[in-house]
């Protein structure tokens, strides 16, 4: 795959629509590093949102415990 169609799949891997038209604008010219350095700072937003959700199942998971130990 090159990197014009990886572009044209950000979305699907969630970014927005600002941000993929944002590292549209960086590819169409030529702008290579900053792209680069665009796409790892978005990276880094993907990985809070995935650490986020990780906390969120942890919480669950210590109330199921909680629940479960109530129950016997």
């Known amino acids: 795959m090159d990197l ?5 799949s950000l979305y699907e891997i969630g970014l927005t629509d600002e941000q ?3 590292a ?4 169409d010219m030529g702008q290579n590093a ?3 350095r665009y ?5 880094c937003g ?3 949102e995935m650490h ?9 998971d210590y ?3 909680k629940a479960e130990k109530e129950t016997v």
């Open 4 to 8: 014009k169609m990886m572009i044209d």
């Open 20 to 22: 993929k038209r944002t």
């Open 24 to 27: 549209r604008k960086l590819y």
């Open 34 to 36: 900053e792209l680069i």
């Open 39 to 43: 796409l790892k700072k978005c990276r």
């Open 46 to 48: 993907l990985i809070d």
């Open 52 to 60: 986020e959700s990780q906390r969120k199942v942890d919480r669950m």
């Open 63 to 65: 109330l199921i415990r």
